[in-house]
């Protein structure tokens, strides 16, 4: 078997490898039409049948969040009352395929890098995480995406910035100023709060959506403890700038610390979508960073 610790390596997922590993492991789905595949770059999804999902991680590095996944979030997602798509099953290794996998429930919808999230979508969003941010436990798990202070990514920040304006469309430029200027003073805010559970991959295909409505949030293998300003920008990010406000209003006790922060996390979000090899991906974010004044016709 190539080697499952290789960072350089992705595993390719096959209908052949979905077929024995559900014999195996979970025959009662075996039964069922192997659908769709869609391959990201850390992970492929199948459909299975009309009502689940199996999904696979496809470079190393993420077993661990893939095997804790579904035990964290079984003491909350029955608690939750937007619709979600989580692990309800686990799948182990085997000597056909390296990483822990995971079979969840599938939802019918798009996702938000196809159907852009529109009216009343800020407040879907801000409920949906105001249920997801209970306050962590001290035995908790970091959050990989959520947990580290912006001020970590700020020596990277001004690569980021250069690399955005390198992938700038014809006839676009960065608001360098306004972009420091933001980034500078959320780096700055204290983080006062406790930290909570978060989601940590609030992106466009992790967004669910019918007809521009939040239809549900995917891909929970990195739930654990950490700042929810981040989660709160993630999802900034995905939104028209008139349903930012609602989505606070909805979320409920932001503070104006909290509040910057988001804004931090809103702006790195957008200019790492901006050089995303998803051509939707990237054509969002470029409409998300105009929107919100932080790029402009050259």
Partial sequence: MTDASDPDVRFRVTDELVAHLLTTQHPDLAHFEIGRHYTREDHTTVRIGDEWGVRFPTVAGLDTYYARSRPLLAGHRHQWAFPHSAPRRGGLPDDSFPFHWEVTGWIIASNASLVPLTNGAG?????????????ATAEAP?????????????????????????????????????????WALAVQQPREEQDTWTHGRLEAQSVLCDRGALAGIAMWEFFGAGDPAADL?????????????????????VSDALRSRSRGYLIRELLLQATSRDDNVASEAWHGLSENGYASRA
């Avoid at 407040?123 to 249920?131: C, H, P, S, V």
């Avoid at 993630?234 to 930012?244: D, G, Q, T």
């Fill in 142 to 182: 970091s959050n990989p995406r959520t947990m580290p202070r912006l001020a970590e990514y700020a020596p990277a920040f001004p690569s980021l910035l250069a690399a955005a304006q390198g992938a700038a469309p014809t006839g676009l430029a960065l608001d360098r100023h306004a972009l420091t200027t933001n």
């Fill in 233 to 253: 920008g993630m999802a900034s990010a995905l939104l028209p700038p008139r349903e930012v406000e609602p989505l606070f209003v909805a979320y409920g006790a």
């Fill in 123 to 135: 407040t879907a969003l801000g409920d949906a995480l105001r249920e997801v941010h209970r306050p």
